[in-house]
């Protein structure tokens, strides 16, 4: 059998750009185009902007890395390229003493200490980085650039997770003060209130599909709650959710739940105190809230039920556990991806197919005790549903599908095995909305003290701005009297003072700037140790300390005064005769055209009473209200199969075969199987994981016989290479040399091995010229001079084998191997 060599050579060429570089990485890339151009048309910007954390996978033989060098960086960014070690120690690439902490060449292992260094950290932390890729990476033909490409891709994904926590908070304050007017109700009315009952907690998950008929049977003997995005789903199945929960800050939650929005408003809605406005302030219907409705202290609040997460479903599943259920089942509530690779159930948002088919993902076993995928997300809200199980001893929790990802502490039981007691009629009342619609009077009177709640806080707030201001003139004056030591001495001890009031009086408000603002308050953070210190460099970061605490204070500031606006509209909804005008302009600020569906409905006396302009407004706020879903519905055709990045996707699989990762590449197969008419690509794809999946079955005739029914010209480099090694394990060597014909157009590291290939199968006059065609370009390769010389050797060319063999001593005076050869050589004769 053919030895196949490693796959990166030492080899360097001069491309007719006279740029050096490596064809064993970058195959003829260099040899079409200058680099310069190539990047420039490649990245077209990508790599300037600016405060950024640049990540680049691959060195493209240090083309790369002298292309950014010979440009500015970008202000506040640094660059770190994470390369091969075995292609970093052929590389001699001299970083300028201006670039060094701004550029930086490093390995894998050390680029997974580099990023958790606080001062690159906090680049993550804020999502302030970006991955490039070098065109040998992109390329995907290097086995070990794929695993170096998942490698870095899942280092920092993990990174950023375990960072961005803290980074978060401002979208939840900010929805939090907007949604105050709403937030009227908290949850925990509803706490113990269905002991030794049994409920259905339903999530987007695929096992939902296959339960319907069970839940509309039971349907009597369960209190259903759906996670908001299901809601429209079960509706079209004539499914009433008894509880609706939303839970998600983001704008586009309104967007993934339209559905929901559609729908008559006749469900409980549970939602958390930082449910996007959009959908808050648009229902109309009853609804509770779980968490604080202020984002300072509020007693009303103290034993509500808990905001929980990460997901609605864990959300879900604590207001269960609040409410007393004894069983708490869960359906669609999968964790994890189907094994067919869905990720939703059928006919909602996000349940497009094969969309994270080239994500590298997480594995989890399942109560079926299969494998399957599931995104870091999901691995944490099972981590949080596990600890919620250790707690809640009294309650059981179930999962009716065999198929969702194995939680400890929630056990698998099959539906028609479980065993349900009736809810009575007074627990049914219990869950009617009318109960929780608040008359006119005392919502009124709840937004009053609301607005009292703001007023007062928004005084608190000016006094402490006032402080603020003082401590940045002291610091000002602190800076410009450095060198005289008793002046600024006595302005350090008054900035003192100044803080400890703070702390003192303002420490609610202190913590949640700080908290809200923590994405600035981080730029006074330093990696110098305490020894460096000047005393300038301790006056810059009191600067930074102080001027992030003003700007957060002026934000919140702005927040508040928007809250105290909203709850006034909100008031003056009730007015008699009311300002339509003024309503309108606050709904339209909020994007909250619904509302005035909300009006109508609610004043219909005052509605007969407007005027042609007034009823136009109001008109014209329904139909931007409705235009949103026409618009959403063409956009989020859900029914149509979108085709994933397919190179990504062959990252992937190239990755899971290195690993030996059975169970990935079958899930490959089953998950591209249905499409492969769909799109060459992905027949492609399908047929090289089969053959992978084959050949680690130790089946290798099959994925031989795989490989050759996929269509030739659609075939890459990838396919070529594994039809070369399948047919040199199973000595088909004539197979061999016509695909190596084939795999030499990619790159001229094929020419020795189809060579040789020619040469064991009795056809040395074409070895001889494929050698030489090689030796033509890269007259300094070593290791293939001296196999061209034992080649000669054995077909009786002996002067022009010793000719090779002293090219070799050449290049290398101490080479045994060649010196060997020579002595045998003369011996011979």
């Known amino acids: 059998?053919?030895?196949?060599?490693?796959?990166?050579?030492?080899?360097?060429?001069?491309?007719?750009?006279?740029?050096?570089?490596?064809?064993?990485?970058?195959?003829?890339?260099?040899?079409?185009?200058?680099?310069?151009?190539?990047?420039?048309?490649?990245?077209?910007?990508?790599?300037?902007?600016?405060d950024t954390l640049h990540v680049i996978i691959g060195l493209d033989s240090g083309l790369l890395a002298n292309y950014i060098m010979e440009h500015p960086l970008a202000k506040g960014s640094k660059y770190i390229f994470v390369e091969l070690p075995e292609i970093l120690e052929l590389l001699t690439i001299n970083i300028p003493t201006t670039l060094r902490g701004e550029l930086i060449i490093t390995s894998l292992d050390e680029f997974t200490k580099f990023i958790k260094i606080s001062e690159n950290n906090l680049y993550i932390a804020k999502k302030k980085f970006k991955v490039h890729r070098s065109i040998a990476v992109a390329g995907n033909y290097l086995e070990s650039y794929c695993t170096l490409n998942a490698r870095v891709v899942k280092e920092l994904e993990q990174e950023y997770f375990q960072q961005s926590t803290g980074f978060t908070q401002k979208i939840f304050i900010k929805t939090q003060l907007q949604n105050l007017s709403e937030n009227q109700l908290p949850a925990k009315l509803l706490k113990q209130a269905f002991i030794g009952k049994s409920c259905i907690v339903l999530g987007g998950g695929p096992s939902l599909d296959g339960k319907i008929d069970w839940i509309k049977a039971n349907s009597e003997r369960l209190v259903i709650i759906a996670a908001s995005r299901v809601a429209g789903k079960l509706s079209k199945l004539n499914i009433k959710a008894d509880i609706i929960v939303s839970v998600d800050p983001q704008s586009v939650s309104f967007d993934v739940n339209k559905d929901l929005m559609q729908l008559e408003h006749s469900s409980l809605l549970i939602n958390s105190y930082h449910v996007t406005p959009q959908i808050l302030g648009q229902w109309r219907g009853a609804s509770l809230y779980t968490g604080s409705r202020f984002p300072w202290e509020n007693e009303l609040d103290q034993d509500n039920i808990k905001s929980a997460g990460p997901t609605v479903t864990n959300a879900a599943?604590?207001?269960?556990?609040?409410?007393?259920?004894?069983?708490?089942?869960?359906?669609?509530?999968?964790?994890?991806?189907?094994?067919?690779?869905?990720?939703?159930?059928?006919?909602?948002?996000?349940?497009?197919?094969?969309?994270?088919?080239?994500?590298?993902?997480?594995?989890?076993?399942?109560?079926?005790?299969?494998?399957?995928?599931?995104?870091?997300?999901?691995?944490?809200?099972?981590?949080?549903?596990?600890?919620?199980?250790?707690?809640?001893?009294?309650?059981?929790?179930?999962?009716l599908s065999n198929d969702a990802a194995k939680v400890n502490g929630v056990q698998y039981q099959a539906s028609q095995d479980i065993f349900l007691e009736k809810i009575t009629n007074e627990q049914r009342q219990i869950l009617c909305p009318k109960n929780y619609q608040i008359p006119a009077r005392e919502k009124i009177s709840y937004l009053n003290d609301i607005l009292d709640n703001l007023t007062t806080t928004q005084d608190k707030l000016q006094k402490l701005q006032l402080l603020l201001s003082d401590a940045l003139m002291l610091i000002s004056k602190m800076t410009k009297n450095q060198k005289e030591t008793k002046r600024a001495a006595v302005f350090s001890e008054k900035l003192d003072k100044l803080e400890q009031k703070i702390n003192c009086k303002f420490a609610p408000l202190a913590y949640l700037i700080k908290l809200y603002g923590l994405y600035e308050f981080s730029q006074f953070l330093s990696t110098k140790k305490e020894d460096e210190w000047a005393r300038q460099d301790v006056d810059k970061q009191m600067l930074i300390y102080y001027k992030a605490f003003e700007i957060i204070a002026n934000e919140i500031s702005e927040l508040i005064t928007s809250a105290i606006k909203r709850v006034r509209s909100r008031i003056n909804e009730f007015d008699s005769p009311c300002d339509i005008n003024a309503l309108y302009a606050q709904w339209d600020n909020d994007k909250q055209w619904g509302r005035a569906i909300s009006w109508k409905l609610n004043h219909p006396e005052q509605y007969k009473l407007l005027n042609e302009e007034e009823v136009r407004l109001l008109q014209k706020a329904e139909g931007q209200y409705y235009t949103q879903f026409v618009v959403k519905?063409?956009?989020?055709?859900?029914?149509?199969?979108?085709?994933?990045?397919?190179?990504?996707?062959?990252?992937?699989?190239?990755?899971?075969?290195?690993?030996?990762h059975l169970i990935g590449i079958s899930k490959m197969v089953q998950y591209t199987l249905p499409f492969i008419d769909s799109d060459p690509e992905v027949s492609r794809l399908y047929h090289l994981a089969l053959s992978y999946q084959q050949m680690l079955e130790n089946q290798p005739e099959l994925a031989l016989d795989t490989m050759l029914t996929s269509p030739i010209k659609h075939s890459h480099e990838a396919e070529f290479k594994h039809i070369i090694k399948l047919a040199l394990e199973l000595n088909q060597l004539q197979l061999a040399t016509c695909y190596y014909s084939k795999i030499i157009q990619f790159s001229d590291q094929y020419l020795p091995q189809y060579a040789n290939a020619l040469r064991l199968g009795n056809n040395p006059q074409e070895a001889l010229n494929i050698y030489l065609d090689y030796l033509d370009k890269y007259p300094e390769d070593i290791s293939i001079l001296l196999k061209f010389g034992i080649f000669l050797a054995e077909f009786g060319k002996i002067d022009e084998a010793k000719s090779c063999f002293q090219n070799v001593l050449a290049l290398e005076p101490r080479n045994q191997p060649a010196t060997i050869y020579l002595e045998k050589i003369n011996r011979g004769r």
């Open 1 to 50: 059998m053919l030895n196949i060599p490693s796959e990166i050579a030492k080899t360097f060429a001069i491309s007719q750009f006279n740029e050096g570089y490596l064809p064993s990485v970058n195959r003829h890339t260099f040899e079409k185009i200058d680099s310069v151009t190539l990047y420039n048309e490649r990245f077209k910007g990508e790599l300037s902007t600016a």
């Open 317 to 399: 599943i604590e207001i269960a556990t609040e409410m007393g259920f004894k069983q708490v089942l869960l359906c669609g509530v999968d964790f994890c991806h189907s094994q067919t690779g869905a990720t939703h159930t059928i006919g909602t948002y996000g349940a497009s197919l094969s969309t994270s088919l080239g994500n590298m993902l997480e594995w989890v076993e399942t109560y079926s005790g299969n494998m399957a995928e599931t995104p870091i997300q999901l691995l944490h809200a099972i981590e949080s549903l596990q600890e919620a199980a250790v707690i809640n001893l009294n309650t059981t929790y179930i999962n």
């Open 633 to 660: 519905q063409h956009i989020d055709d859900t029914v149509k199969t979108t085709v994933p990045s397919m190179d990504n996707a062959f990252k992937k699989l190239e990755f899971l075969r290195q690993s030996n």
